[in-house]
C-alpha cells in the first residue's frame, strides 16, 4: 500500500511504542492507588505532562489529558456555555463553517438541548476565516470563539493570530482545534506569541497512540468538567487515566518536535511534487484551498468531471489510500461541508480528494502513486463522456 491519507491518522512512531510497553506489561498500576505501582504511574503521568508542556512553552498544570480531539473539543465548547450561564451571561458560540465536526456537531446538539445558541463564521475561496465577519459577530459578546489552526480536509491555515487579537481586545475566550497543527507546525508560525485560551490535540496525528489526547486550559480560565466521577485531571476529568496512551503521546510529540524541521522540508517537496505531476497529466484539475497558506502535507484536488468515490474505489484496488473528506465523516454521503462552505458547488465537491503526505513517504511512492492517480482519473472522464 502507498499510503497518502497521513491526516486521517498516522503510524505509531518506535519512540511511542518503546515507551507505552512497561505500562502495557508490568508497570500496570492505577494512578490513583498509593503503592509502589500507582506512584510509579502517577510518576510517569506527571513527566508526560512536564515533556508536552516544555512543547508548547507553557505550564503542565495547563494540560488536561482526553480520550482525543473530539472529547477536548466537546468539554472545551460545552463547558464554556456552561459557565456563561452559571454567571447569567448569554451561552452564545461562533465557530467557523470548516470546523471539524467535533465542533459543529456539539454546537447543534448543545442547541437542540437547549444549552447554548451559535453562529457560523463565513470563510472566503480559499478556506480562511472572514475577518471582517468576525469583527460583526464579535460585538454580539459570545461566550467563546473556535477556530480550528489548519481545516483537516484542505490543510488551509486559519489566521488565528489576528483573531487572537481581536478576541483579546474585547476579553473574549478563543478556542482552536490544533488537531493538525501540533507537531506538524511551530506554533509560533500560526500563533505568533500568545496561545488560545483553550486548544485540542490528538495523539495519533503526529505518532502517538489513537484514544489519546489532552485540552489546554489557560490557567485561571473558568470552566467546569465534562466528565464527573473521580478527582484525577485536578477533578475536571473522571476516570482512570490511560498511562500507557499519554506515555506513547508525549514520546510521540518529543520525536515530532525534533525532527519538525526536516519533516516539514519534506512534506512539503512530496506535494507539490505530486501536484506537478498531477497537472501535467490530468486536464482542468484543481486545487481546493490556499496554495501557500497550508500544511505542508495537505493537497485537496478538483478532479472535474470525476466521480471522487468511484476513484477512490478504484485507487485502493491499486493500493493507494487517500480520503474523499475528513476520515471521521467517510460513511457520509452528503458532499464536504467544508468545500461547499468555500464556494465550490456540490459537483466540484463530489469530484474532489484530500491527499496527506507524510515524512515516511518516498518520492518513488509519489511518481508511482502519481501515475496511478492520473490513469484511473482519466479513464473515469473517459467513460463518463461516452
Given at each position: ?232 485531571e485536578r477533578g475536571r476529568r473522571a476516570g482512570t ?146
Open positions: 500500500m502507498i499510503y497518502l491519507d497521513h491526516a486521517a491518522t498516522v503510524a505509531l512512531c518506535p519512540e511511542a511504542l518503546e515507551a507505552m510497553l512497561p505500562f502495557l506489561t508490568e508497570q500496570y498500576g492505577n494512578p490513583s492507588a498509593l503503592y509502589e505501582s500507582g506512584r510509579r504511574a502517577r510518576q510517569a503521568l506527571a513527566a508526560a505532562r512536564k515533556s508536552l508542556a516544555e512543547t508548547l512553552g507553557c505550564l503542565p498544570e495547563e494540560l488536561y489529558f482526553t480520550s482525543g480531539g473530539t472529547e477536548a473539543n466537546n468539554w472545551a465548547l460545552l463547558a464554556m456555555a456552561e459557565a456563561a450561564r452559571e454567571r447569567g451571561d448569554k451561552p452564545f458560540l461562533v465557530a467557523t463553517e470548516i470546523e471539524h465536526h467535533a465542533v459543529l456537531e456539539t454546537l447543534r446538539y448543545g442547541k437542540r438541548a437547549g444549552v447554548l445558541d451559535f453562529a457560523l463564521l463565513p470563510v472566503s475561496r480559499e478556506g480562511r476565516a472572514d475577518l471582517g465577519a468576525a469583527k460583526a459577530l464579535l460585538e454580539h459578546r459570545p461566550a467563546l470563539v473556535s477556530c480550528m489552526g489548519a481545516n483537516n480536509e484542505t490543510g488551509t491555515l486559519q489566521p488565528l493570530r489576528e483573531l487572537l487579537a481581536l478576541c483579546g481586545e474585547r476579553n473574549i475566550p478563543l478556542h482552536s482545534d490544533l488537531v493538525q497543527v501540533y507537531g506538524q507546525l511551530p506554533f509560533g508560525e500560526l500563533l505568533g506569541d500568545a496561545l488560545p485560551d483553550l486548544f485540542s490535540v490528538s495523539a495519533h496525528k503526529f505518532g502517538g497512540p489513537k484514544g489519546c489526547g489532552f485540552l489546554y486550559i489557560r490557567r485561571g480560565l473558568t470552566i467546569g468538567a465534562l466528565l464527573h466521577g473521580g478527582a484525577q487515566e490511560n498511562v500507557a496512551g499519554i506515555v506513547g503521546m508525549a514520546a510521540a510529540a518529543r520525536a515530532a518536535h525534533a525532527a519538525l524541521a526536516e519533516r516539514i522540508d519534506k512534506k512539503r517537496r512530496l506535494s507539490e511534487l505530486f501536484f506537478a505531476l498531477l497537472r501535467e497529466g490530468i486536464p482542468g484539475l484543481r486545487q481546493n484551498g490556499s496554495a501557500l497558506k497550508r500544511l505542508p502535507g495537505h493537497l485537496n484536488l478538483c478532479f472535474p468531471g470525476v466521480s471522487a468515490e468511484l476513484l477512490l474505489i478504484l485507487l485502493d484496488q491499486a493500493g493507494i489510500a487517500a480520503s474523499a473528506g475528513a476520515a471521521c465523516a467517510s460513511g457520509a454521503l452528503e458532499p464536504s461541508h467544508v468545500l461547499l462552505a468555500m464556494g465550490c458547488s456540490e459537483r466540484e465537491a463530489r469530484s474532489s480528494l484530500r491527499f496527506s503526505f507524510g515524512w515516511e513517504n518516498t518520492e518513488e511512492e509519489v511518481r508511482k502513486a502519481a501515475a496511478i492517480v492520473i490513469d484511473r482519473a482519466n479513464k473515469l472522464k473517459e467513460d463518463a463522456a461516452l
